[in-house]
């Protein structure tokens, strides 16, 4: 059998693929892999992390529940748009907290260790709040004493 140069080509790429499947690329296999983000209803996502939601808002454009769970303690919210979601989360982030977000869902947690845990069953990306817990006057800056 004669090999060509698109028979090389086929072969490079089919091996390179066959690398990065099995992870032995550049750097592959050093972080655990995040899964495919979840999808489904508040009381879905809850059992997927295993826990027992406690609803505090049932609207038609935002669900909200309290969870516990194993690796701490978190919110819950589902939203009934994209739009929606993302208008609280550019809200909720001037109050500081970790938050993991999906598609039309959020889990809040006051821990960087809860939302990492949470990542690895529920998959999303992690968003960080505004942290307020350093507060340095500027100079010149002082206070009347009312």
Partial sequence: ?????????????AAAAALVLTGCGSGAGTEKSVPATATGSL???????KCTPDMQTDADE?????????????????F???????EWINGAKDYGGHYLVGRKWVAVGEETS??????????GDIE??????VHEPSEGATHSGH
């Fill in 62 to 78: 935002l669900r909200q529940a309290l969870c516990k769970n194993a690796d701490g303690k978190f919110i819950l919210l589902t």
């Fill in 80 to 86: 009934a748009t994209d739009r929606g979601q993302r």
């Fill in 43 to 49: 009381e879905h996502l809850a059992a997927e992390v």
């Fill in 114 to 123: 809860t939302v990492t845990a949470l990542r690895d069953t529920l998959g």
């Fill in 128 to 133: 960080e709040g505004t942290d307020h817990s």
């Fill in 1 to 13: 059998m004669k090999v060509t140069r698109p028979m090389l080509a086929v072969t490079a790429v």
